[in-house]
T-cell receptor, first 113, second 115 residues
Framework: AQSVTQLDSQVPVFEEAPVELRCNYS??????LFWYVQYPNQGLQLLLK??????LVKGINGFEAEFNKSQTSFHLRKPSVHISDTAEYFC???????????FGAGTTVTVRA | DGGITQSPKYLFRKEGQNVTLSCEQN?????MYWYRQDPGQGLRLIYY???????QKGDIAEGYSVSREKKESFPLTVTSAQKNPTAFYLC??????????????FGDGTRLSIL
């Protein structure tokens, strides 16, 4: 079975600074990887996904992530954050041909002016 | 607009009471899922269904039950056997294409509390 570890539970960052959220996974088979964002009292919204192909994936709102198979990582980055990026971010993994997702515990990003 | 509707947004349960959370989708998705979210624990899968009249237990199914009589609907019942039901419950759905695992789309959740 797969598992996901988000290495930072809270990340404070100043507006217009870059941010990186770290995600590592473990699985014995090939995987698909996802990043979701959750604003307070709302559901999850897909930021980006890695299914195959280029290891650098671009998503919505200026986010991107890089799949590193040798390090089993899928870190999320944004070069310049806005106040509106304050939210909780979840990394998720599913094994190929298994539709279930396993989620990390989440990283809370707080952007300060 | 297509999407997933969860109702109610807030729900209160008395001791010994069963409550049912509604989830409806008009995305024509095949699969539907229920997750429980607790602070600092991410999302944990309760039940999922890939086709009508069929569903499977997830990681924390004890104290919960589901049905899938229609493609659009996947209600979750929190039974009195669930001793710690206070949580945020999220419903999701996805296509099954047989090529890639398609992303799951989420509703806005139901927050369940104990009176």
């Amino acid at each position: 079975a797969q598992s996901v570890t988000q290495l930072d539970s809270q990340v404070p960052v100043f507006e217009e600074a870059p941010v990186e959220l770290r995600c590592n996974y473990s699985s014995s088979v090939s995987v698909y990887l996802f990043w979701y964002v959750q604003y307070p009292n709302q559901g999850l919204q897909l930021l980006l996904k890695y299914l195959s192909g280029s290891t650098l994936v671009k998503g919505i709102n200026g986010f991107e992530a890089e799949f590193n198979k040798s390090q089993t990582s899928f870190h999320l980055r944004k070069p310049s954050v806005h106040i509106s990026d304050t939210a909780e971010y979840f990394c998720a993994v599913s094994e190929v041909a298994d539709y279930k997702l396993s989620f990390g515990a989440g990283t809370t990003v707080t952007v300060r002016a | 607009d297509g999407g997933i509707t969860q109702s109610p947004k807030y729900l209160f349960r008395k001791e010994g009471q069963n409550v049912t959370l509604s989830c409806e989708q008009n995305l024509n998705h095949d699969a539907m899922y229920w997750y429980r979210q607790d602070p600092g624990q991410g999302l944990r899968l309760i039940y999922y269904s890939q086709i009508v009249n069929d569903f499977q237990k997830g990681d924390i199914a004890e104290g919960y039950s589901v049905s899938r009589e229609k493609k659009e609907s996947f209600p979750l019942t929190v039974t009195s056997a669930q001793k710690n039901p206070t949580a945020f419950y999220l419903c999701a759905s996805s296509l099954i294409t047989g090529i890639y695992n398609q992303p799951q789309h989420f509703g806005d959740g139901t927050r369940l509390s104990i009176l």
